[in-house]
């Protein structure tokens, strides 16, 4: 069994930073693909950034420069740094791995989220 879980969510001002992370356990062999996505209240969930096996990250327009993800293999576990936060930033974010276990083919699992709020 997969779990993501992640943490580092809160209440933040226009302009600050916050680090969320996302760990998962199980009999997990690798993540080939580790993902971060939000979704507003209202709107549908999109996707932020991704990081593949290569560690080639990739950005949705409206956070490149200002987002960061990364990964750290030996500790089954995925970042997102965000920086310069806007309201519109505002959403819960999730933590999405395509995983290889020990016994299994690549599986998509998915985090519980966590609450990202950018307000003064």
């Known amino acids: 069994q997969v779990q993501l879980v992640e943490s580092g969510g809160g209440l933040v001002q226009p302009g600050g930073s916050l680090r969320l992370s996302c760990a998962a356990s199980?009999?997990?062999?690798?993540?080939?693909?580790a993902q971060w996505y939000r979704q507003a209240p209202g709107k549908q969930r999109e996707l932020v950034a991704t990081?593949?096996?290569?560690?080639?990250?990739n950005y949705a327009d409206s956070v490149k420069g200002r987002f960061t993800i990364s990964r750290d293999n030996a500790k089954n576990m995925v970042y997102l740094q965000m920086n310069s936060l806007k309201p519109e930033d505002t959403a819960v974010y999730y933590c999405?791995?395509?995983?290889?276990?020990?016994?299994?083919?690549?599986?998509?699992?998915w985090g519980q989220g966590t609450q990202v709020t950018v307000s003064s």
């Open positions: 999405y791995g395509a995983i290889r276990t020990m016994t299994g083919p690549v599986s998509g699992y």
């Open positions: 199980g009999r997990i062999r690798s993540i080939d693909v």
């Open positions: 990081i593949t096996t290569g560690n080639s990250p």
